[in-house]
């Protein structure tokens, strides 16, 4: 079966420090993944999705980054963070298909002090 | 443009109640799909259910079920006999059109409800 794990659970950064969470998922090949951000009392909002090594597309212009240096890894980063990066940081997969269910990690609180 | 409205912030009922959740969606496009997603207090969100805007048939699990109406544009969402378990925010959201994927997910603002034990 095929699972997704997302790390740290948990990040307390001061602003300007840089970031890096780390996405895998096991169990399947050529996933589409994406990394979205929930603001308190918000929705979901997409952040960055690939649908192959190398291929990273934004959404939202940001000071945030991603990448995708293996076929079930994703990494968002930043250089430096700002205080309006603080939020709820989700990965989360889908098939190769059109519309397929996404699913998603744990998530990572991300708090800029 | 797409847009998908959860009209109810916050719902409180006791235990073992039904309780229905409201999903409203916009879109100009004929083809399309309907999803609700549940994000219990742990974080995550788990996938419930994918609907096709060419099904309206209502679909019935356990004791969710889901009616679907284009003629209002609603994809409502009924937990029969609540249980504390069924806590959590709820997020409905609509794709976009046949050539998009999950890049043109539009979700909804969530409704967080509590069963009260």
């Known amino acids: 079966s095929q699972t997704i794990h997302q790390w740290p659970a948990t990040l307390v950064q001061p602003v300007g420090s840089p970031l890096s969470l780390e996405c895998t998922v096991e169990?399947?090949?050529?996933?589409?993944l994406y990394w979205y951000r929930q603001a308190a009392g918000r929705g979901l909002q997409l952040l960055f999705y690939s649908v192959g090594i190398g291929q990273i597309s934004s959404e939202v212009p940001q000071n945030l980054s991603a990448s995708r240096p293996q076929d079930r890894q994703f990494i968002l980063s930043s250089k430096k963070l700002l205080l309006s990066d603080s939020g709820f940081y989700l990965c989360a997969w889908s098939m190769d298909s059109y519309n397929s269910p996404l699913h998603f990690g744990n998530g990572t609180r991300l708090t800029v002090t | 443009a797409q847009k998908v409205t959860q009209a109810q912030t916050e719902i409180s009922v006791v235990e073992k109640e039904d309780v229905t959740l409201d999903c409203v969606y916009e879109?100009?496009?004929?083809?399309?799909?309907l999803f609700w997603y549940k994000q219990p207090p742990s974080g995550e969100l788990v996938f419930l259910i994918r609907?096709?805007?060419?099904?309206?048939q209502n679909e019935i699990s356990g004791r969710y079920s889901w009616n679907f109406q284009k003629s209002t544009s609603s994809f409502n969402f009924t937990i029969t006999a609540s249980q504390v378990v069924d806590s959590a925010v709820y997020f409905c959201a609509l794709s976009g059109g046949v050539n998009f994927g999950n890049e043109k997910l539009t979700f909804g603002t969530g409704t967080r409800l509590t069963i009260i034990p």
């Open positions: 879109t100009r496009d004929t083809t399309y799909y």
């Open positions: 169990g399947t090949s050529n996933p589409n």
């Open positions: 609907r096709n805007s060419f099904d309206e």
